[in-house]
């Protein structure tokens, strides 16, 4: 669940600071987010005043068979053990 919220979470900041960069400063910054971070893959989609102003893959959505992620890729997401939960006694 945090991988999930850090996903989510960096994907809104690239929107973001996508909005006020040209197009190849997004595409530096994505690459550049994704290396830190250690991202694989992403979409992303940038929609302003109603209309798509970008629309790209970034990375693999499968690192073991090399896919690369498309714009439309969808990914699944993960899910994690809720560790509050006790035992069944």
Do not use: W
């Amino acid at each position: 669940m945090k991988t999930k919220s850090a996903l989510v979470a960096t994907c809104l900041l690239l929107a973001c600071s996508a909005l006020a960069q040209t197009p190849d400063s997004v595409d530096q910054f994505i690459r550049s987010e994704m290396q830190k971070r250690q991202i694989p893959g992403l979409a992303l989609l940038i929609i302003r005043h109603g209309n798509i102003v970008k629309a790209q893959g970034y990375g693999f959505s499968n690192v073991e068979l090399q896919v690369p992620v498309k714009p439309e890729t969808v990914f699944q997401s993960a899910q994690s053990a809720n560790s509050s939960r006790q035992p069944p006694s």
